[in-house]
């Protein structure tokens, strides 16, 4: 993956995290129940702090010159997919058993973050 999609994808999900953020605090706050709202919270700040791992990514990618980098954006991209978009669903729906998805997108974090320190000790 080329730094340049990388930057512009942390930066897209950076920005609907922000979008995404007022939204629970404006429309869904008096719609959710607290439970819910937390869920739907959470799901917004690891989409913020991954999103930011994406930018970093993408900044170390011009440093290092290695597959490890555009596997980490993969990793961390499919982890915001999973990971957040399982909360927001779950916030927004009700239905709990979509957690089973959240754990995958948990691991998928995990493996971004373990190929960015594989990417930084192979230079």
Known sequence: M???????????F?????LLGAFGAHAL???????????YQIGV???FYHALGLLFAGIVGFQIN??????TA????????????SLYLIALSGIKAIGAITPIGGLSFVAGWISLAIAVWKR
Do not use: C, D, H
């Open 45 to 47: 700040e690891y989409q």
């Open 66 to 71: 290695s597959k490890w980098v555009g596997r």
């Open 74 to 85: 993969m990793f961390l991209g499919v982890g915001i997919i999973l990971f957040s978009g």
């Open 14 to 18: 950076m920005a609907l995290s922000v």
């Open 29 to 39: 706050k008096t719609r959710l129940s607290p439970e819910m709202m937390q869920v």
């Open 2 to 12: 080329k730094n340049q999609t990388i930057l512009i994808s942390g930066a897209i």
